[in-house]
């Protein structure tokens, strides 16, 4: 099991805070460093404020030297197609190939209306990101020296250069999630080189992994192709005291946390890194709540990772 550490900035974090988070689970071994794209908070005050999520990643490209970025997940309705595709672009070729581009519908009205976004109906969002993973996959695939068209209802593309390109070839890998019966593992099976089952128990991920697997089948697509991930809030302690501890800083109970998370000993976090594996997860983002505790990090490191791998 692949392990990654998955962020919140909008809850409150300047980009020092965030890089020392990524620099730390660099030096820890982790495989990826991704946070959340939203720019308002969800509880407290969300001081001191957000960061967009493509500028800081652009900034930790440059400070980072060998773990994976990106983002879990952008949303569509926040940036055209092609300039996303320019921006993501240019961050890899930062990175020197270590970007992932994770893209959703949007959800968050609130905080469409709070910075001036539009935030069209569930159908149309959908629609976009259909569109937008359409734009974005085509731009990156099209050859040097040939132009890219996308006949579109929202997103018309004519005569793309299709510059800038990404350092991987092929284009930078992208991410899709949700829990959604047809549409989202039909855009995952489509266009993705990833699908992630973010914030469900084990079983079922597994439900959601068959549905992913089916929609690639019916494309043709072999489903060994797809990346299968899982998200889980962290809450790792090495005795209760720890446990308990943790909980309280990132406002929530270890009981519920052990429900709804990957929390408790080093024992009962194995026990259902274990269960997502049985499911099919190969990939798993540990979502960290509390930025300043850099100790968590490397506990997971300590007790957990050795016997992941």
Same mark, same amino acid.
């Given at each position: 099991m692949e392990l990654r550490v998955f962020t919140e900035p909008q809850q409150g974090a300047?980009? #020092? #805070?965030? =890089? +020392?988070?990524?620099?730390?689970?660099? !030096?820890?071994?982790?495989?990826? $460093? $991704?946070?959340? @794209?939203?720019?308002?908070?969800?509880? &407290? @005050?969300?001081?001191?404020g957000p960061t967009d999520a493509w500028t800081t990643l652009a900034g930790l490209a440059r400070d980072t030297s060998t773990i994976r970025l990106g983002t879990l997940v952008s949303s569509a309705t926040f940036r055209l197609p092609g300039p996303l595709a320019v921006a993501v672009a240019g961050v890899d070729q930062m990175s020197g190939g270590r970007v992932? =581009? &994770?893209?959703? +519908?949007?959800? $968050? !009205? +609130?905080?469409? +209306?709070?910075?001036?976004?539009p935030f069209p109906g569930v159908r149309e969002r959908f629609d976009r990101l259909e569109e937008q993973l359409a734009v974005i996959t085509g731009l990156w695939r099209t050859p040097v020296g040939r132009t890219f068209t996308h006949e579109g209802r929202y997103y018309p593309v004519t005569d793309s250069p299709a510059l800038a390109k990404p350092v991987q070839p092929g284009g930078v890998p992208v991410i899709v999630g949700g829990h959604g019966p047809r549409r989202t593992p039909a855009l995952a099976a489509r266009y993705a080189a990833e699908f992630n089952a973010a914030f469900t128990s084990p079983q079922d991920a597994a439900r959601l992994f068959e549905g992913v697997q089916r929609a690639c089948l019916d494309i043709g697509r072999d489903p060994g192709t797809l990346t299968l991930s899982a998200a889980q809030v962290l809450c790792l302690g090495e005795d209760e005291a720890a446990v308990r501890r943790r909980a309280a800083a990132i406002g929530r109970e270890p009981d519920e946390l052990r429900t709804n998370g990957l929390a408790g000993t080093a024992e009962e976090v194995l026990e259902k890194v274990h269960a997502f594996a049985s499911a099919g997860a190969t990939r798993l983002y540990l979502q960290v709540l509390d930025l300043s505790d850099l100790e968590h990090l490397a506990d997971v490191a300590r007790l957990v990772m050795p016997k992941v791998g």
């Amino acid at each position: 099991m692949e392990l990654r550490v998955f962020t919140e900035p909008q809850q409150g974090a300047t980009y #020092d #805070d965030l =890089l +020392a988070v990524a620099r730390t689970a660099e !030096e820890l071994g982790f495989a990826g $460093f $991704f946070r959340s @794209d939203h720019y308002l908070h969800m509880g &407290g @005050d969300g001081g001191p404020g957000p960061t967009d999520a493509w500028t800081t990643l652009a900034g930790l490209a440059r400070d980072t030297s060998t773990i994976r970025l990106g983002t879990l997940v952008s949303s569509a309705t926040f940036r055209l197609p092609g300039p996303l595709a320019v921006a993501v672009a240019g961050v890899d070729q930062m990175s020197g190939g270590r970007v992932e =581009l &994770g893209l959703g +519908a949007g959800w $968050f !009205e +609130a905080e469409h +209306a709070a910075y001036g976004i539009p935030f069209p109906g569930v159908r149309e969002r959908f629609d976009r990101l259909e569109e937008q993973l359409a734009v974005i996959t085509g731009l990156w695939r099209t050859p040097v020296g040939r132009t890219f068209t996308h006949e579109g209802r929202y997103y018309p593309v004519t005569d793309s250069p299709a510059l800038a390109k990404p350092v991987q070839p092929g284009g930078v890998p992208v991410i899709v999630g949700g829990h959604g019966p047809r549409r989202t593992p039909a855009l995952a099976a489509r266009y993705a080189a990833e699908f992630n089952a973010a914030f469900t128990s084990p079983q079922d991920a597994a439900r959601l992994f068959e549905g992913v697997q089916r929609a690639c089948l019916d494309i043709g697509r072999d489903p060994g192709t797809l990346t299968l991930s899982a998200a889980q809030v962290l809450c790792l302690g090495e005795d209760e005291a720890a446990v308990r501890r943790r909980a309280a800083a990132i406002g929530r109970e270890p009981d519920e946390l052990r429900t709804n998370g990957l929390a408790g000993t080093a024992e009962e976090v194995l026990e259902k890194v274990h269960a997502f594996a049985s499911a099919g997860a190969t990939r798993l983002y540990l979502q960290v709540l509390d930025l300043s505790d850099l100790e968590h990090l490397a506990d997971v490191a300590r007790l957990v990772m050795p016997k992941v791998g």
